[in-house]
């Protein structure tokens, strides 16, 4: 039973697209994340929800959005892809902050 | 900014050696420090975390040593295994953004046979 699921794993798409990376969590925690992995192993935060409520938005660009429809699921939409956002995206989740964080196994995204 | 800076990039181990990874702060306000283990196509996965009360904490073969005055703190696999080859990143948080974990820059540990 996967704690931290994440699909697809893998996700080729031209730039201009539109796509979508969906995440569900079964642990019962109460917060979710977005981090961003880039070619050097970098990893940065980009988004995170407590129980349905946006509580860190880092500076990412306006064509990334967030969505959590339940506590369980945090979804992340890119609009009009660009080269730059090649990388692997890590959804995660913990229980009352930052102490016990559970990844889940990350999806690559390829932007041609 | 990287608040939190990572060293070494690579390090390569005989099996049955030390391994050890360093980490060094500036921000004070950072109250929680762990561990991440990552392997290839994984997700990082927590390996031991320290508070600044503390100098040192030990589960297995990873310690954390842990020196406030230097705003250090540092990685030590003892008995290094093949199995322990990941890269492993150093992480810290602060009490007014305990949602948000900062990482290190990663080190990819190879141990060889």
């Known amino acids: 039973d996967t704690a931290v699921s994440q699909t697809p794993k893998y996700l080729v798409t031209q730039m201009g697209n539109d796509k979508s990376i969906k995440c569900e969590q079964n642990?019962?925690?109460?917060?979710m994340y977005w981090y961003k992995q880039d070619s050097k192993k970098f990893l940065k935060i980009m988004f995170s929800y407590n129980n349905k409520e946006l509580i860190i938005n880092e500076t990412v660009p306006n064509r990334f959005s967030p969505k959590s429809p339940d506590k369980a699921h945090l979804n992340l939409h890119i609009n009009s892809l660009e080269l730059g956002d090649s990388a692997v995206y890590f959804c995660?989740?913990?229980?009352?902050?930052?102490?016990?964080?559970?990844f889940g196994s990350g999806t690559r995204l390829t932007v041609v | 900014q990287q608040q939190v800076k990572q060293s070494p990039q690579s390090l390569i181990v005989q099996k049955g050696g030390i391994s050890i990874i360093n980490c060094a702060y500036e921000n004070t306000a950072f109250d929680y420090f762990p561990w991440y283990q990552q392997f290839p196509g994984k997700g990082p996965a927590l390996l031991i975390a320290i508070r600044p009360d503390v100098s040192e904490k030990k589960e297995g073969r990873f310690t954390i040593s842990f020196n406030k005055s230097a705003k250090q703190f540092s990685l030590h696999i003892m008995d290094s295994q093949p199995g322990d080859s990941a890269t492993y990143f150093c992480a810290a948080s602060t009490v007014d953004s305990s949602y948000k974990l900062i990482f290190g820059s990663g080190t990819r540990l190879l141990v060889r046979p």
């Open positions: 642990l019962g925690h109460d917060t």
């Open positions: 995660a989740s913990s229980q009352g902050g930052v102490h016990g964080y559970t």
